[in-house]
Every structure is written in C-alpha cells, then in structure tokens.
C-alpha cells in the first residue's frame, strides 16, 4: 500500500459530517470541578490508570479542579466528592459497561459519554452486531457458542475465526484460529473462561479506526503491525504499531467507512465520543464494523486524540470539548448542575 492524500469530502450532509477541519467549537463552560475516575477492577486497569492521568493533567492545564480517583464497585467513596461532572476515564466492565452509569444516573450526577444502556449494549459485542444490523452497518458473519453447543459449533464453522470474549476491551483473549486444531483449543479457553464466546469470520484486509467526537466523524486512521494482528501489546506495548492518515484508499471508500462510523455510534445510542474500530476485506474493500469503544483510551497509543490532532484539535482542547459536549447535553436536559 501507497501512503497517499486523503481526499477532501464536498458533502455537507448535515445527517452524516465528516470532517477534515475542526468542527464548530461548543461554547465554553465556566471553570468546573471534574472527578476523573480511573483504574477500577478490569483487565485493562493499568491502561485506564494511563488514560486517566492524562485527562485529570489536561483538565487542570484548561483550569478546572480536578479531583482524581480511583474505583470499583465495592469502593464508591469517589462518588462522595464534590463535583460538578464526572470524566469516566475506566475501560473495560464496570466502567465502560453500563455498571458505573447506571450508578451515576440513580444517584444524579452528571458524567461525560454515553448513557448506562448504549455502554451496555456497546460492550456486548453481540448486542450492538444486533444493532448494527437493524441500522444496515455491516459486520462480520458471526456465532455465540456457549458450553451447550460448543462442541457442535467446532464441526460446522467453516472457514478462519476470531474467537473473543462477548464483553472485554483491548483485544483481552482475543485469538485468529486458521484451521480446526487451533479453532477447538482456543474455543474451549475462552468458553471455560467466561462462559461463552463470540465466533466471527476473519476478514483478511486493512483495520481501519474512526473517531466520532459530537456528531463529527474524525479522519480515519489505518492500523498496521508486525504482530498478527491489534491485540493488547500491539495496542499498549510496544512501538512498532504504525497509524497511518495520509491513506491512498479511494475517498469514497474512506468516506464510507466516516459514514457508517456515524452510523454504528447513533444505532447503539452513544453520545460525546467514541471509536468505531473496522475490518475492510482486502479484495472487495467491504467495510465489516467490529465494535463500538464508548471509553477509548487517552493514552499516547491512543487512536481518538492521534484523530483529534489531525483536524486540529490538540490533547487538552479534546477533553475540554468533550466536557462541552456534556455540559451542554446536560443543561439542555434541565437537569442543571449538580455538586455532591
């Protein structure tokens, strides 16, 4: 593949913008007090301990109080804190999964990003592949084996599989199985370890990522890496992963996948930000979505602030927009502020 320029987009679809300048700035907030909450119980803590620390640094730099604060579901003193608005800075379950919003709506208080239902639904990998397909996004060809129908579903998948959990982040026992052998071992590790697991046709290709902040869909990125494919060292640990946005893929291919990024996002019901992560089939160029992020990382592997950057928008400005965004959503819905 040619690194090239990508195309700018005329349309001014107002249902479906994407962009290749900053988008219209929100008006400003007035100084707030921000819990950024980090850490908590998932796999993906030490990431979420990197992001957190990230934001809580660049919202301090745009001025606000900003409270740090590890939790879990078992230590929910963070709560307890003055704030005005809470920055989920968590991936992964109980932060990204609806547990942690759905706290925050009983008890009242504001928070930045989707809803308790949308994060559910988001990180349900079967779920939003439901969504996805009443909204018309394609996404791979896919089964749910669970322990009753493993062993039928090892003899009638044909074809490469990747085989996931239904509700981690960050690639977490995310494996490619090429033929049988390797399709029944991985298989019963990620049934025996959850419970179940979600079975998706392997799409051979380029992985494409597109942010959405608002309604704006950020340029996409192209990942490459010398490992087999974007798991968790790909993503965190090492530095030979390659984000590439001056693409020589056909603008309209580009603008597609911008398209049905703003798709995905409003099917599941999301709100502020996200990151729609994409397999696009090498021959065809068939775009296959794979999952909604509704809590992607804000680290300096990060994908939704490197997009961000490209239109101009730098790390600090990006979490003050999106503590526009919030606030903005907020006073709209007359829910006013809140301080705890």
């Given at each position: 593949?040619?690194?090239?320029?990508?195309?700018?987009?005329?349309?001014?679809?107002?249902?479906?913008?994407?962009?290749?300048?900053?988008?219209?700035?929100?008006?400003?907030?007035?100084?707030?007090?921000?819990?950024?909450?980090?850490?908590?119980?998932?796999?993906?803590?030490?990431?979420?301990?990197?992001?957190?620390?990230?934001?809580?640094?660049?919202?301090?730099?745009?001025?606000?109080?900003?409270?740090?604060?590890?939790?879990?579901?078992?230590?929910?003193?963070?709560?307890?804190?003055?704030?005005?608005?809470?920055?989920?800075?968590?991936?992964?379950?109980?932060?990204?999964?609806?547990?942690?919003?759905?706290?925050?709506?009983?008890?009242?208080?504001?928070?930045?990003?989707?809803?308790?239902?949308?994060?559910?639904?988001?990180?349900?990998?079967?779920?939003?592949?439901?969504?996805?397909?009443?909204?018309?996004?394609?996404?791979?060809?896919?089964?749910?084996?669970?322990?009753?129908?493993?062993?039928?579903?090892?003899?009638?998948?044909?074809?490469?599989?990747?085989?996931?959990?239904?509700?981690?982040?960050?690639s977490v026992?995310?494996?490619?199985?090429?033929?049988?052998?390797?399709?029944?071992?991985?298989?019963?590790?990620?049934?025996?370890?959850?419970?179940?697991?979600?079975?998706?046709?392997?799409?051979?290709?380029?992985?494409?990522?597109?942010?959405?902040l608002g309604?704006?869909?950020?340029?996409?990125?192209?990942?490459?890496?010398?490992?087999?494919?974007?798991?968790?060292?790909?993503?965190?640990?090492?530095?030979?992963?390659?984000?590439?946005?001056?693409?020589s893929w056909?603008?309209?291919?580009?603008?597609?996948?911008?398209?049905?990024?703003?798709?995905?996002?409003?099917?599941?019901?999301?709100?502020?930000?996200?990151?729609?992560?994409?397999?696009?089939?090498?021959?065809?160029?068939?775009?296959?979505?794979?999952?909604?992020?509704?809590?992607?990382?804000?680290?300096?592997?990060?994908?939704?602030?490197?997009?961000?950057?490209?239109?101009?928008?730098?790390?600090?400005?990006?979490?003050?927009?999106?503590?526009?965004?919030?606030?903005?959503?907020?006073?709209?819905?007359?829910?006013?502020?809140?301080?705890?």
């Amino acid at each position: 593949m040619v690194e090239g320029t990508l195309t700018k987009r005329n349309s001014t679809s107002r249902s479906h913008k994407v962009s290749r300048a900053e988008p219209p700035a929100a008006p400003r907030t007035e100084l707030l007090e921000i819990t950024v909450l980090m850490g908590g119980p998932s796999a993906e803590r030490e990431v979420s301990l990197k992001s957190g620390a990230a934001v809580a640094a660049a919202l301090e730099r745009c001025g606000h109080r900003v409270h740090r604060a590890d939790i879990s579901p078992t230590d929910l003193s963070a709560l307890d804190v003055r704030a005005d608005l809470i920055f989920i800075a968590l991936h992964g379950p109980f932060g990204e999964d609806g547990e942690l919003q759905a706290i925050l709506d009983e008890r009242g208080i504001s928070y930045v990003g989707s809803g308790a239902e949308a994060s559910r639904c988001a990180m349900n990998k079967v779920a939003a592949k439901k969504k996805f397909i009443e909204a018309g996004v394609p996404t791979p060809r896919y089964e749910v084996a669970t322990r009753e129908n493993l062993y039928p579903l090892c003899n009638t998948w044909r074809g490469s599989a990747v085989i996931k959990p239904i509700a981690q982040g960050s690639s977490v026992d995310t494996i490619i199985a090429k033929d049988a052998l390797m399709f029944r071992s991985a298989l019963s590790d990620v049934v025996q370890k959850y419970g179940s697991a979600l079975v998706e046709e392997y799409i051979k290709g380029m992985e494409f990522t597109v942010g959405v902040l608002g309604d704006t869909a950020l340029p996409v990125c192209e990942i490459r890496t010398p490992r087999e494919f974007y798991d968790y060292t790909a993503k965190y640990l090492v530095d030979t992963t390659e984000y590439l946005f001056d693409l020589s893929w056909p603008s309209a291919l580009l603008e597609q996948v911008q398209r049905l990024s703003l798709d995905a996002h409003r099917s599941l019901g999301c709100r502020e930000f996200s990151r729609v992560d994409w397999m696009v089939d090498g021959q065809t160029h068939q775009p296959y979505a794979l999952e909604v992020n509704t809590i992607p990382g804000f680290t300096d592997h990060s994908l939704l602030p490197k997009a961000a950057g490209r239109i101009g928008i730098g790390f600090d400005q990006l979490c003050q927009k999106i503590v526009e965004l919030a606030m903005n959503r907020v006073h709209g819905e007359g829910h006013g502020e809140r301080r705890v």
